[in-house]
C-alpha cells in the first residue's frame, strides 16, 4: 500500500483552522509536529512512558496529510479520481483563502511518497525483547530464545496504549512492587496503560488487581496482553475515567481495599492523585509512584506527606524518581 504525503508547513496558530478547512475538501487524518508544551490535560491523559520537556516552541508547524495510492498510480478524494497537481492547487487555493484573514505562516506545501503505513503497528519496529533485571520482557512476534526458558517472561504488545516496560520509571516501579506483593494483595494500577505493572504484579503472585485508565484503547490491550500472560479474565479488571475528579470512578473502585496503589504518571498528574487515593488504600497499605524527573521529586515528597502518608523509601534510576510511602 503506497500513500501520498502532503505537507503543509504553517504556525502554530493555524494548525486548528488549517486542518478544519483542507478536511472540508477531503484531506483527512492530519500529522500534527511542533513543539507546543503539552498541555495539562494532554499531560494527565499519558501513561506510563514519559519523556522529559521538548525543545521551546518555536511557534512552526508542519501538518501531514495522507492520501492512498491505488494499484494504478491513481489518487481518490471524498470518493472522486484526482491527481497530486489537483489536490496541491486545491490545498493552495484555501491556504490564500485563509491568509486573507489570519497569518498562516509561510503556506508551503510539500509532497511526498510512502510505503506500507501501517498507523497501528508501525512502532513495532522500534520494540525488542530486553530484560528488567531477570526478567525477560518479549514481544509476541518474537520468540523465547532456550537459554530464556527459566525466566520469568512478560509477553507485552503495548498497542495503541503505550508501555513496555523499556522506561526507567515503569522498571522503578515494578523493583518496587517486588518487595511489597503477597499472594493476597489486591491492587489498584492507576493510569494502567498496557497493564504492565499489573500483569506483572499478578505473576509475582498478587491476588487481584484493578487498572484505571482515561483512554479506551487501553482495555483491549490489557485484555490481550493478559491473554498472552495466561492472566484469567477475572483476575484484572479495567474501568476508563478519571479517578481524580469522578466520584462514580471511585465509587466503582472502592475505598480501603487495596494493599498496594501503583501509579506511574506525570508528578503533577500525582500532586492532585495522593489525597485521592489514599482513600482506596487500607490501613497499611503501600503507595508506589513514579513518572517523576528528578527536579520534581520534593515536589510529590511532600504531596505525599501532606496526604499524611509514610515515606518509606525513594529511589532512582537515570533522571527518574520513585517514591514509596506507607498509609498508617
Known amino acids: 500500500m ?17 486542518i478544519s ?3 472540508d475538501i477531503g484531506l483527512e487524518g492530519a500529522q500534527i509536529e511542533d513543539k507546543i ?5 494532554e499531560k494527565e491523559q499519558m501513561f506510563v512512558d514519559i519523556l522529559p520537556d521538548g525543545p521551546e516552541d518555536d511557534g512552526i508547524a508542519y501538518l501531514s496529510f495522507f492520501v492512498e495510492e491505488k494499484e494504478d498510480g491513481s489518487l481518490e478524494v471524498q470518493g472522486e479520481p484526482s491527481d497530486v497537481e489537483t489536490i496541491i492547487r ?16 509561510e503556506g508551503s506545501i510539500t509532497v511526498d511518497e510512502t510505503e506500507d503505513i501501517d ?17 525477560l520482557v518479549i514481544p509476541s512476534w518474537e520468540d523465547v530464545a532456550p537459554q530464556d526458558n527459566d525466566r520469568m517472561v512478560l509477553h507485552i504488545d503495548p498497542g495503541t496504549a503505550f508501555g513496555t516496560g523499556m522506561h526507567e520509571t515503569t522498571q522503578l516501579c515494578i523493583r518496587q512492587l517486588r518487595k511489597f ?3 493476597e494483595t489486591e491492587l489498584l494500577d492507576v493510569g ?12 509475582f503472585g498478587a491476588k487481584h488487581a484493578v487498572g484505571t485508565d482515561l483512554d479506551i484503547c487501553a482495555v483491549e490491550a490489557v485484555a490481550q496482553n493478559c491473554e498472552a500472560n495466561g492472566i484469567a479474565p477475572e483476575k484484572f479488571q479495567m474501568m476508563i475515567g478519571n479517578i481524580i475528579t469522578d466520584k462514580e470512578i471511585q465509587d466503582e473502585v472502592g475505598y480501603e481495599c487495596y494493599d498496594i496503589v501503583v501509579a506511574n504518571i506525570l508528578a503533577d498528574v500525582l500532586v492532585p492523585l495522593t489525597p485521592v487515593i489514599l482513600h482506596q488504600l487500607k490501613k497499611g497499605g503501600i503507595y508506589i509512584t513514579s513518572g517523576i524527573i528528578d527536579d520534581k521529586e520534593q515536589t510529590v ?11 518509606l523509601e525513594v529511589t532512582y534510576q537515570g533522571e527518574w524518581v520513585s517514591v514509596t510511602a506507607r498509609k498508617n
Open 2 to 18: 503506497k500513500w501520498v504525503k502532503f505537507k503543509v508547513k504553517t504556525v502554530t496558530d493555524a494548525e486548528d483552522i488549517i
Open 21 to 23: 478547512t483542507l478536511y
Open 37 to 41: 508544551p503539552l498541555t495539562a490535560l
Open 90 to 105: 486545491n490545498v493552495e487555493e484555501q491556504l490564500e483563502e485563509l491568509r486573507r484573514f489570519m497569518d498562516i505562516g
Open 119 to 135: 498507523w497501528i503497528n508501525n512502532w513495532k519496529q522500534y520494540f525488542h525483547q530486553f530484560y528488567i533485571d531477570d526478567i
Open 181 to 183: 506483593i503477597t499472594p
Open 192 to 203: 494502567t496503560g498496557s497493564g504492565i505493572l499489573a500483569i506483572l504484579s499478578l505473576m
Open 301 to 311: 515528597v511532600d504531596a505525599v506527606k501532606a496526604a499524611g502518608l509514610e515515606v
